[in-house]
């Protein structure tokens, strides 16, 4: 086996494995897509009534919201599963790959706590603001950090049923609402301090 794969190498190891489709057809998944776009909007909006740390804030979330949006249907991780695959096939430690997977999700919620930890440093004083925001914003990326496990006891978890929902859709969807309404209470402040 190689121990180098070259990026047009690796792009159709990848294509030959993974294929852009829907991700999600349900009316369920397209409702998340539309709860994520209105979530971002909605971040958007209250951006452009605030100032200051505040307002990076409502942009950053917006992008991130976004992002997440494209990705619900797009199912870009499993690319990127897919790439990873390749690499392990091409430089020879496939049958070794559970200490890198391992290492990939720990770095996944490595990121998920700084970036929850940084968001609540920075916002410190502002927190009575943007509480609930930060609050879905902490419960989306418990999401994130939950699908990167994909170990099977998670995967069991999270697929286990909430009333007409399971529990990812229940974190996912959970940390949506709680953005949008932060998000939608920021606004409603703006308009009337203006």
């Known amino acids: 086996m190689a121990d180098a794969m070259g990026p047009a190498a690796l792009a159709a190891c ?3 494995g993974w294929s852009p489709v829907i991700g999600d057809p349900s009316a369920l998944g397209w409702s998340t897509v539309a709860a ?3 979530a971002a909007i909605l971040c958007a ?9 505040v307002r990076a804030f409502w942009i950053l979330l917006a992008a991130i919201l976004a992002m997440l949006c494209l990705n619900k249907q797009l199912d870009l991780q499993s690319a990127l599963t897919e790439a990873g695959r390749c690499l392990a096939r091409a430089q020879g430690w496939y049958a070794e790959r559970g200490g890198v997977q391992l290492r990939f999700i720990l770095g996944v919620a490595a990121i998920c706590v700084a970036t929850l930890v940084a968001a609540l440093w920075t ?9 609930l925001a930060l609050t879905g914003f902490a419960l989306l ?7 990167a496990a994909s170990f099977h006891h998670v995967d069991r978890f999270i697929g286990l ?11 996912e969807l959970g940390g949506i609402a709680l953005i ?13 301090t203006a």
């Open 14 to 16: 990848t294509a030959d």
């Open 36 to 38: 994520y776009a209105l």
């Open 45 to 53: 909006a209250a951006a452009v009534r605030t100032g200051g740390r």
């Open 123 to 131: 916002m410190r004083r502002e927190v009575g603001r943007v509480w």
């Open 141 to 147: 990326l418990a999401f994130v950090g939950t699908r």
């Open 161 to 171: 049923p909430v009333g007409p929902l399971r529990v990812n859709g229940v974190m």
């Open 180 to 192: 949008a309404l932060g998000a939608a209470a920021a606004v409603r402040r703006g308009a009337r």
